[in-house]
């Protein structure tokens, strides 16, 4: 494997149901990001990971709920979620450190909340 | 505050006439700049990036980008557009001193006829 890979690709969940999403990057990377894109709204950022320490959380709902065990992996657990949770969760990776690193996108998990 | 606008929403283009994506930005400082492009059901992928130097970037499948301070623009452009270009494509900014911060704009969706 190589990059960022997110799994799985497609889920679909009731409202009552608990899920998680997984985001492996194979780029040594010590940074990893959550972001929604649902449609029609700019990529909105959700979560961010610093070495295994969360830095950002964007007033997310409790409902989401992420989790990072080491700096390759990073979770998002899901509980109690709504219709409009419905989007496509996209996981990245970048080097923090000096000057600005890019940051390499996943190809995403397409959700939909039923 | 830091922001990025993309004007258009929707453009259509031929296949093999040129093609410019417009962007503009709101930002304190040199910005990081970048195009990273995104094909249906897909992540998004890293078109170029502008840090400092020549103000006229190239990036992958043949697209080019120019940093404009006086303007604060980082218009998009490829001289002869290919089917497989039909994407949506985004602007972004990185803001420095932090966690490689990026600030999204909307999107502009390229449909290309034959």
């Known amino acids: 494997e190589t990059g960022v890979t997110q799994t799985p690709r497609h889920l679909v969940m009731g409202m009552t149901n608990k899920k998680s999403l997984k985001c492996e990057q194979h780029l040594g990377h010590n940074a990893m990001y959550w972001y929604k894109q649902s449609a029609k709204k700019p990529l909105e950022l959700m979560f961010v990971y610093s070495l295994e320490e969360r830095v950002e959380n964007n007033s997310v709902p409790s409902r989401f709920s992420p989790e990072c065990p080491n700096s390759s992996h990073l979770f998002l657990h899901l509980h109690t979620l709504q219709p409009e949770d419905s989007a496509l969760y996209l996981c990245?990776?970048?080097?923090?450190?000096?000057?600005?690193?890019?940051?390499?996108f996943g190809p995403g998990t397409r959700l939909t909340v039923l | 505050a830091q922001s990025v606008t993309q004007p258009d929403i929707h453009i259509t283009v031929s296949e093999g006439a040129s093609l410019e994506l417009r962007c503009n930005y709101s930002?304190?400082?040199?910005?990081?700049l970048f195009w990273y492009v995104q094909s249906p059901g897909q992540g998004l992928q890293l078109l170029l990036k502008?840090?400092?130097?020549?103000?006229l970037v190239q990036g992958i499948k043949g697209f080019e980008a120019e940093f404009k301070r006086s303007q604060s623009s980082f218009n998009l452009r490829k001289p002869s557009v290919h089917w497989s270009d039909a994407a949506e494509y985004f602007c972004?900014?990185?803001?420095?001193?932090?966690?490689?911060?990026?600030?999204f704009g909307a999107g502009t969706r390229l449909a290309v006829h034959p």
């Open positions: 990245a990776s970048s080097q923090m450190g000096q000057g600005y690193n890019e940051q390499f």
């Open positions: 930002y304190g400082a040199t910005p990081y």
């Open positions: 502008y840090f400092s130097g020549d103000t």
């Open positions: 972004a900014v990185g803001v420095s001193g932090g966690y490689n911060k990026l600030i």
